[in-house]
């Protein structure tokens, strides 16, 4: 098995937000290689969160409106 083998798994927000923070505060002294590794996995869990969101909102669009 490779260090490459992406994995599916499930986090809620609040887990990816603790990983997030933790990974922000882990690169104020590291090298620019261990950064970039940082800036990808930034990359995949906000895209995450940000798809997530896109969803509910086009789902919510689609509801109608009602006229009370």
Not at 44 to 61: F, N, P, T, W
Request: charged share 25%; aromatic share 8%.
């Amino acid at each position: 098995m490779s260090l490459n083998t992406a994995h599916k798994v499930t986090l809620t927000e609040a887990q990816i937000s603790v990983i997030l923070c933790s990974l922000e505060n882990s690169v104020k002294y590291a090298d620019s290689t261990y950064i970039e590794e940082v800036d990808s996995i930034f990359q995949i869990l906000e895209g995450s969160v940000d798809k997530y969101y896109e969803k509910v909102e086009k789902a919510q669009s689609k509801q109608p409106t009602a006229e009370w």
